[in-house]
């Protein structure tokens, strides 16, 4: 198993562009997060996803949209990028079995940097 | 949600235990104990986790207040490749969503 992959691993957007931020993970995991962390700082909860066709707002959505059209994939859109959100995106997928779930896998993360 | 609050950095020396420490003083019933770290430049890694009872893995011990309002992370023999962010985190059974904190940056000296 790959595990969960994030594409791209750097990129530089100039203020105003928009892109999507891919994440997919291989382990047939029901649940999908996406989030972001600030140089210095805790990870922050952007958007989640509890399966195909459910997404939900964590603790920092504004600027951001998601869709979760399959199992494997769910990409993290910004639309009129800004400065603020220059950071380290990460993605992460658990299973939702009765008795497991407790763990997050996590992606390597993409660095975006907004000027 | 309950928070979390860890102090913000914490030396070891290598090869000596270390005790990682987590206050949660508002905890519910059905919220779990998580721990991840975060190694330099990688995306943050499952440690260990609880509900009530102590638990011990290949990685560390984690062991619960009776009154669960704090716990403590325990690496028996710190290496180098333990220096980390270490995040306390609660989630709540019915709750989907994990959400951490600014954790605990252990730096283990040689």
């Known amino acids: 198993n790959a595990g969960v992959t994030q594409t791209p691993k750097f990129r530089i957007l100039k203020i105003g562009q928009s892109m999507t931020l891919q994440c997919t993970q291989d382990m047939n995991h029901n649940y999908m997060y996406w989030y972001r962390q600030d140089p210095g700082m805790g990870l922050k909860l952007i958007y989640y996803?509890?399966?195909?066709?459910?997404?939900d707002k964590g603790e920092v959505p504004n600027g951001y949209n998601v869709s979760r059209s399959t199992t494997e994939d769910f990409p993290l859109r910004l639309e009129l990028a800004a400065p603020s959100q220059t950071s380290v995106y990460f993605c992460?997928?658990?299973?939702?079995?009765?008795?497991?779930?407790?763990?997050?896998?996590f992606g390597p993360g993409t660095r975006l940097t907004v000027t | 949600d309950a928070k979390t609050t860890q102090p913000n950095s914490m030396e070891s020396n290598e090869e000596e235990p270390v005790h990682l420490p987590c206050n949660h003083s508002?905890?519910?019933?059905?919220?779990?104990i998580h721990w991840y770290r975060q190694l330099p430049s990688q995306g943050p890694e499952y440690v260990i986790h609880?509900?009530?009872s102590n638990v011990n893995n290949r990685m560390a011990s984690l062991a619960i207040a009776e009154d669960r309002k704090s716990s403590t992370l325990i690496l028996h023999r710190a290496t180098l490749r333990d220096a980390a962010v270490y995040y306390c985190?609660?989630?709540?059974?019915?709750?989907?969503?994990?959400?951490f904190g600014a954790g605990t940056r252990l730096t283990v000296k040689p």
């Open positions: 609880g509900l009530t």
């Open positions: 992460a997928s658990r299973t939702f079995t009765r008795g497991l779930g407790y763990e997050q896998y």
């Open positions: 508002t905890i519910s019933g059905t919220d779990y």
């Open positions: 985190i609660l989630r709540a059974t019915h709750n989907n969503d994990m959400r």
């Open positions: 996803s509890v399966g195909a066709g459910i997404t």
